[in-house]
């Protein structure tokens, strides 16, 4: 599975972006998508998930800022992200957990920079 971010880039703080990605592969069955992120000198941290089915997972730290929205057809996860602060600067990582057959793997997408300034 190939995932392919868009979206990041630099805004300042109190604004707005939205990330978007895209999973290639159609023969696998994808149960959940999500995002982490990594500033530098910390641990890659989970943003939000959600599952196939709707469920969603957010981190703490999002307080109502960010959403994930996703479209199942199209194996797309976006993450809009609302009111923006210093401390969201950080590479974004996309996942997907997918299932072919009676296996089960986790794919990442190769990051985008989302630099936040004052």
């Known amino acids: 599975v190939q995932l392919v971010e868009s979206g990041g880039g630099m805004v300042q703080a109190g604004g707005s972006l939205r990330l978007s990605c895209a999973a290639s592969e159609s023969a696998f069955s994808i149960m959940a998508m999500g995002w982490y992120r990594q500033a530098p000198g910390n641990q890659r941290e989970l943003v939000a998930a959600i599952t196939s089915g709707g469920i969603t997972n957010y981190a703490d730290f999002e307080k109502g800022r960010f959403t994930i929205p996703r479209d199942n057809a199209e194996n797309t996860v976006f993450l809009p992200m609302n009111s923006l602060k210093n401390e969201d600067a950080a590479v974004y990582f996309c996942?997907?957990?997918?299932?072919?057959?009676?296996?089960?793997?986790?794919?990442w997408g190769q990051g985008t920079q989302v630099t936040v300034s004052s």
């Open positions: 996942y997907c957990r997918a299932k072919k057959g009676w296996v089960n793997s986790t794919y």
